[in-house]
């Protein structure tokens, strides 16, 4: 059974730090790519940062430069640091293993300006 458990989420005032963990279970977590996703109110889910198997990264443009994807795979969880946080960075945050159907609950990142 696939789980997905994000955590770190919180309020945080503009120009501050976050970090996000993602716990995973029921599937090999090494050799999927994995994917931050956020959802901010009023609009669709769009993909945020991804980490291939080989440590590949990428990000959106809106947080290239402020976020970091990295993972573990002794411990089948990605992180994702957050710097320079915007009000525009509020969001539920989700991760979600690519090609797989599974979501976790999410974890809600507020930011006040």
């Known amino acids: 059974q696939v789980q997905l458990v994000e955590s770190g989420g919180g309020l945080v005032q503009a120009g501050g730090s976050l970090r996000l963990s993602c716990a995973t279970s029921?599937?090999?977590?090494?050799?999927?790519?994995m994917v931050w996703y956020r959802q901010a109110p009023g609009k669709q889910r769009e993909p945020v940062a991804t980490?291939?198997?080989?440590?590949?990264?990428y990000y959106a443009d809106s947080v290239k430069g402020r976020f970091t994807i990295s993972r573990d795979n002794a411990k089948n969880t990605v992180y994702l640091q957050m710097n320079s946080l915007k009000p525009e960075d509020t969001a539920v945050y989700y991760c979600h293993p690519q090609r797989m159907t599974y979501w976790g609950k999410g974890t809600l990142v507020t930011v006040s300006s």
């Open positions: 029921g599937f090999i977590f090494s050799t999927y790519t």
């Open positions: 980490i291939t198997p080989l440590d590949y990264t």
